[in-house]
Nanobody
């Protein structure tokens, strides 16, 4: 397991942007894992918003995030980022990163949470 720490959340207006960071705790490396971002809504629903494979070549994103959110990783900084643009009130939630499994079946990517997740960072989109 790896310890994950998120940062970058905050309160923004609709249409604004945020960049979230997911870093490994001291001594751990993120570079050996596929990493995903998930959000837990105020109604306690959980949704995967973006996943990135270990080698950075495969991604997953649901339709709600595909055109607005971009996941990337910096191997030198041992960090995975989630750039979120054109934020909407329905994007509000607790965002956390986790190690994930990923698979491509018939050209479609699938992503599921595995055994390590961070505490999360709150994102609130409100006018």
């Amino acid at each position: 397991q790896v310890q994950l720490v998120e940062s970058g959340g905050g309160l923004v207006h609709p249409g604004e942007s945020l960049r979230l960071s997911c870093a490994a705790a001291s001594g751990d490396t993120l570079n050996d894992y596929a990493i995903g971002w998930f959000r837990q809504t105020p109604g306690n629903e959980r949704e995967g918003v973006s996943c990135l494979s270990r080698n950075g070549e495969n991604t997953y994103a649901p339709k709600s995030a595909k055109d607005r959110f971009t996941i990337s990783r910096d191997y030198a900084k041992n960090t995975v980022y989630l750039q979120m643009n054109s934020l909407k009130p329905e994007d509000t939630g607790l965002y956390y990163c986790a190690t994930v499994g990923m698979e491509v079946i018939s050209g479609k990517s699938f992503c599921w949470e595995k055994d390590s997740r961070g505490q999360g960072t709150q994102v609130t989109v409100s006018s």
